[in-house]
């Protein structure tokens, strides 16, 4: 059995380091976002957030003692646990700007829709893993798509459509990871394509509109943001200034885009816009290169890992880090639709962070088995 | 369960295939799908390092630039606009501090903004429709954007503002020149009227009152017509510029440079601290030296006055209206030009209502006190035009000057379409006549003829002249709305009449020129014109009023000349001879005016005219009373054009209204007229 020496040898310090990096990186953002927010208290929301790291730290520690092996077992406790949560979301949850994410538990807020994608990642991972036998049956990915759906339907209920977006990709990457025919996925596109001419063309022709036009152009405002600069448009407008006023090496304190208030939710969804505001390209390039190794770092946890699940949780996690990334950046510099979907780490969010932080807890689990097997690694066919 | 280490338990089944050869089967490789996720991520890593790269390093300076139009706020301030003065430095317009009562929407709590401006507006006593257009068009210009047509729309409403979704930092003027007692009633309720605030400006003051009122113009924020003149190009929406008059001719360099504050504000429009980052003082406006001798405009509006007495008294009871232009003869300088009726141009200062407006300029009891009849208003000259016959007689050789006609009261021309007879003013007659006298004792008869002769003359010599000595054309002085007026030729009636009757030019049309009557009409300032150009010998020149501009320091600081007077050739025998004929008029015995200027401190040399003008109302015809005259007739300075609307004979009413201007200009005390005069024309 081995004891706290071999922990502590076989931890993944790249990742570690990776992590620690962009948490650092993301709460001095953060001050700098919001030390003028509230008159006389700068500290207000770092604190918060320094709480919530504190909190995912021991966490992610525990996470990484535990045998992952652990959620298997549990693994219809965590999913049903995970759907009671988004769903209790909506008559209990706090609303706040007409969207109901939250529920208040007195001293903090918590964010049912961050929790249930950790648990989702567990509980799917393990089913699928359950059935390694099963590869190539439609059931299987059929059954974890409606897995994934009913807590994503929930969530998007909210609403929250970038949340149940991100829950619906980790959901494929698994599948992806389990080993789904490439003729899944191309079934999957045509019908997700068909799906969508269906809505926007034939639909509205039969006189019912199940997406509305406003909705449509909130979507895609970021091609054209100029077109709705006052509404829709406003939030991507100035977040491009401010992406773009950065320049190559930033404004620092002169960084007006954030302090004066022009950029919205400059602490949470748009916080890369204040990254590359303040410290300009170089800075936004060092964040970036941070996320790649880290998601480099999780992906070869997944080649490593001990057994399926292993991969399948290591290669979930890498692709969530890749996709809330992508999304986000791209929706402060006008390639991708504004969907609030924050940035990992870095985003001012407690229980995201939190959820976040276990997942590179899982991450270290997962590391540490790998190299701790008995067998070296373990996977069947080898 | 051990917590650290491997659960040795823990093995992926092994799959069953139903293959005995092969129980087990590979695993799809783990590897293979991370090397794909692994690609899938140097791309879209690219794909956001290229869009940080096109945005930061090569757009970056564009958004550092709109950051900062974000963040920075201009705000205006108004440059004290320049002083009108006299040519001697009496100021007729300058600036009173006034206190304005502005309105700033950000400080308006949502959904309070109607019902405070209805308030708000009962103090100020004015409609509350008006308030909400001051806002409207101070929003809107900031409210533009690019539609899909290409064409730039405003998204302003007026919901939008009560709404709060748009609104402002500035102060909005909704109410200019607010009494001091409404001001404190607002202070003492600032509590119940937030957003309010009083603003000091500067407001037009006129120390003379209703003096030059025509001539002054008044301001008023650029419309959207204005914006397009020529006149106004670089002013922009929100500008207060000088419209008609020297306020609108000279506005540039009597409005000075506008200065900026510069300040800092945050999304919502907040001032992050009161010191401005940066900006411009405001240069103060030029002083517009004007070619008006403050005591002679003052003299010459008297003399309105006294003549439409002198016409009251003389039973012509419907005269009510009219204007004097006095011209330096040698430079063209307005001295004076004056009208009546007249108003109070500080009516204009902070706004006019439209009641206001209608009842002043418009109703027609008022007599449009706003209409500069001087450049305006286009009258047959009558017998002042005599002039014009007697250097085109002249110089075309059509008389000689010792050719003699005779007068006995009436004219039948030689060849005639008709059987009208043309009286002379004198139904007795004048017996033989020579050009000076005609000219002296203004025979009507005299001028038939050579206003017959011109008719048969090859062209329109007569008009030619006319034309040539100023009618018929803006004389091109320094403000604007004058009137072209009109001397009659073959061509015109050609053009001008429906009926082929009409259209033709008869000896009776050229008789009917030469006494100044018929279709001919001009300005009071054109005839003064013409009496200048007879009086400096034979140069037209251009009136102006804008004499040059001055700085705050008294330095001068950009002369104003006018065009250049346009010579006319005459002979120096003719011109004598007119001047002459006009001296006599004023002095002889016989002269028209002498009974005014016979034993005046001054020679003056003058005509009198009486023109018969339609009048529309009485389906008839009533007498304006003009003078033209010069003085000193030896060595003429000044030109001095009277014209009294209804007045009457110009000797008896016209000629001592000029007598109270040239006793202005010589300062000379004669004393009212009240004898009775000589029943001339």
Not at chain 1, 9 to 24: I, K, N, S
Not at chain 2, 249 to 254: A, N, P, Q, V
Not at chain 2, 397 to 410: L, R
């Amino acid at each position: 059995m081995p004891g706290w020496r071999d922990y502590l040898r076989h931890l993944d310090y790249v990742l570690l380091l990776a992590t620690g990096a962009l948490v650092g990186y993301g709460t001095t953002m953060i001050y700098f976002a919001t030390r003028n927010d509230v008159a006389g208290e700068p500290l207000v929301y770092v604190r918060q957030q320094l709480i919530a790291m504190s909190v995912g730290l021991v966490a992610a520690v525990i996470v990484s003692l535990l045998d992952y092996e652990l959620y298997r077992r549990v693994q219809w406790l965590l999913y049903v646990l995970a759907v009671f949560m988004v769903v209790a979301v909506l008559p209990f949850g706090e609303e706040v700007n007409g969207a109901t994410r939250w529920i208040d538990l007195g001293v903090t807020r918590f964010q049912p829709s961050a929790a249930a994608l950790l648990l989702l990642a567990l509980s799917l991972g393990a089913f699928l893993s359950d059935r390694m036998e099963l590869l190539g049956c439609k059931r299987v990915t059929f059954f974890v798509l409606v897995m994934a759906a009913v807590p994503a339907f929930f969530v998007y209920r909210e609403p929250d459509f970038g949340s149940s977006m991100v829950i619906m990709a980790l959901a494929l990457t698994m599948l992806f990871f389990y080993g789904t025919p490439w003729t899944h996925f191309a079934a999957l596109a045509a019908l997700g394509v068909s799906a969508f001419v269906v809505a926007l063309k034939v639909l509205p022709l039969a006189g019912l509109e199940v997406i509305k036009q406003y909705q449509l152009d909130r979507l895609f405002v970021f091609v054209n943001p100029g077109a709705q600069a006052r509404a829709a448009g406003y939030n991507v407008i100035q977040s491009m200034i401010a992406v773009g006023s950065g320049a190559f090496s930033g404004r620092g304190d002169q960084a007006t885009q954030t302090t004066l208030h022009f950029l919205p939710e400059h602490h949470t969804d748009f916080i890369f816009a204040v990254v590359s505001e303040r410290s300009g390209f170089v800075g936004a390039a060092i964040l970036l290169v941070l996320y790649a190794v880290f998601i480099w770092r999780a992906l070869r946890i997944a080649v490593l890992a001990r057994d399926m699940y292993g991969s399948i949780l290591a290669g979930g996690v890498a692709v969530t880090v890749l996709f809330e990334v992508f999304v986000n950046t791209g929706m402060t510099i006008g390639i991708m639709p504004v969907t609030g979907i924050p940035l990992p780490f870095v985003s001012y969010g407690g229980t995201h962070m939190i959820a976040f932080l276990v997942f590179v807890g899982l991450l270290e689990a997962i590391h540490l088995r790998a190299r701790t097997a008995p067998e070296g690694r373990t996977r069947l066919g080898r | 369960m051990p917590l650290l280490g491997n659960d040795p338990a823990r093995r992926d089944r092994p799959i069953r295939t139903g293959r005995r050869d092969r129980p087990i089967i590979q695993l799809p490789s783990v590897a293979l799908r991370v090397a794909l996720v692994a690609a899938l991520a140097v791309v879209l890593f690219g794909v956001v390092f290229f869009r940080l790269w096109f945005l930061q390093i090569l757009s970056g300076q564009d958004f550092v630039a709109r950051a900062n139009d974000n963040r920075l706020r201009e705000v205006k301030i108004v440059a004290p606009r320049g002083n009108i003065v006299d040519r001697r430095g009496e100021v007729i317009v300058e600036n009173r501090p006034g206190l304005a009562v502005g309105l700033r929407l950000m400080d308006v709590p949502e959904g309070r903004l109607e019902d405070e401006i209805v308030r708000l507006a009962r103090v100020l006593k004015m409609r509350p429709a008006r308030i909400r257009k001051a806002i409207m068009d101070h929003l809107r210009p900031s409210t533009m954007e690019l539609g899909d047509d290409g064409e730039w729309h405003s998204y302003l409403t007026w919901d939008a503002v009560l709404e709060h979704e748009i609104t402002g930092l500035d102060v909005i003027i909704v109410r200019e020149d607010v009494s001091e007692r409404t001001v404190s009633y607002l202070k003492e309720r600032a509590l119940s009227f937030p957003g309010v605030e009083v603003r000091q400006n500067y407001l037009r003051a006129y120390p003379h009152g209703t003096m030059a009122a025509q001539l002054l113009g008044h301001l008023a924020d650029i419309s959207a017509e204005q914006l397009r003149e020529k006149h106004f190009k670089g002013y922009s929406a929100g500008d207060v510029v000088g419209v008609e008059g020297l306020e609108k001719t000279y506005d540039r360099w009597l409005r000075g440079r506008d200065g900026v504050a510069r300040i800092e504000v945050d999304a919502f429009s907040r001032p992050k601290q009161s010191d401005p980052v940066g900006g411009r003082l405001p240069e103060p406006g030029h002083t517009l030296v004007t070619t008006l001798d403050a005591k002679v405009q003052e003299a010459a509006e008297r003399a309105l006055r006294t003549g439409i007495s002198l016409a009251h008294r003389d039973g012509k009871v419907e005269a009510n209206g009219g204007a004097a232009v006095v011209l330096d003869a040698r430079n063209g300088d307005v001295l004076a030009m004056a009208n009546y009726p007249t108003y109070d141009p500080g009516v204009w200062v902070g706004g006019i209502s439209e009641k206001k407006y209608r009842r002043l300029f418009v109703q027609k009891g008022n007599n449009y006190p706003q209409l500069n009849r001087a450049i305006m208003e286009t009258k047959a000259v009558g017998s002042t035009f005599k002039v014009v016959d007697a250097v085109a007689g002249l110089e075309e050789g059509v008389i000689s000057p010792v050719e003699a006609f005779f007068c006995n009261g009436s004219y039948k021309p030689p060849v005639a379409t008709d059987k009208t007879v043309f009286g002379c003013w004198s139904s007795a007659g004048h017996g033989s006549l020579s050009l000076v006298d005609a000219i002296t004792q203004s025979c009507d008869v005299y001028f038939y003829n050579v206003g017959y002769r011109f008719y048969a003359a090859k062209g329109s010599p007569l008009q030619e002249w006319a034309k040539r000595l100023g009618m018929g054309r803006p004389t091109g002085i320094d403000i604007e709305g004058e009137a072209a007026g009109r001397v009659p030729t073959p061509e015109w009636r050609q053009k001008y009449f429906r009926s082929e009757v009409d259209k033709l030019w008869t000896p009776g049309n050229s008789i009917n020129l030469s006494i100044g009557q018929g279709d001919l009409e001009a300005t009071p300032l054109q005839l003064a014109v013409t009496y200048a150009a007879i009086a400096n010998g034979g140069r037209v020149v251009t009136p102006h009023l804008g004499l040059r501009i001055v700085d705050a320091a008294g330095q001068t600081v950009r002369d104003l000349h006018p065009a250049k007077a346009r010579k006319v050739d005459i002979a120096p025998s003719t011109l004598d001879l007119v001047r002459q004929g006009l001296y006599k008029a004023a002095n002889s015995p016989t002269g028209t005016s002498a009974h005014v200027f016979a034993l005046y401190g001054q020679p003056v040399a003058g005509k009198t005219g009486t023109a018969e003008v339609y009048d529309a109302t009485r389906s008839g015809y009533v007498d304006y009373a003009w003078y033209a005259s010069y003085a000193p007739a030896h060595d003429p300075r000044y030109v001095v054009v009277v014209m009294i609307e209804k007045g009457g004979h110009g000797g008896t009413v016209a000629a001592p209204a000029a007598r109270v201007i040239y006793d202005a200009l010589f300062h000379l005390h004669s004393g009212e007229l009240t004898t009775g005069s000589a029943r001339t024309d």
